[in-house]
């Protein structure tokens, strides 16, 4: 057990202030390759036909992984606290809002 917590790294993590701001985003593209996930943070605006990505967020397949553990922890946490996270879905599979991303052409 002692040589488990000694091999642990801890990492200090810096958030400057203009990061420390966030970006908001209401709609994300995940693509993929065998060596990468891509996932495009944007804003859906009503009457507005196009979105520009404001992140694009690169990582590779066991840190994407681990970023979806990590969102279904904290989903879990979020809604034992304050309820269920209702989501609506369409027959297709994508969220109600309106909103699909193209067929054919993705912001890669």
Known sequence: MDNKKKNVQQINIE??????SGEYANFVVV???PAEFVL????????????????RIVMAPPHAKAFLGA????IKK???KHGEIN???????FS?????????????
């Open 15 to 20: 958030l400057d202030e203009k990061v420390s």
């Open 40 to 55: 495009d943070f944007t804003r859906i605006l009503p009457g507005v036909p196009k979105a520009k990505v404001h992140s």
């Open 78 to 80: 979020f809604e034992s």
């Open 71 to 74: 969102l279904n922890e904290n």
């Open 96 to 108: 109600d809002f309106g909103v699909k991303p193209p067929k054919d052409v993705l912001p890669n």
């Open 87 to 93: 989501h609506p879905k369409q027959d297709d599979g």
């Open 31 to 33: 693509t993929h390759s």
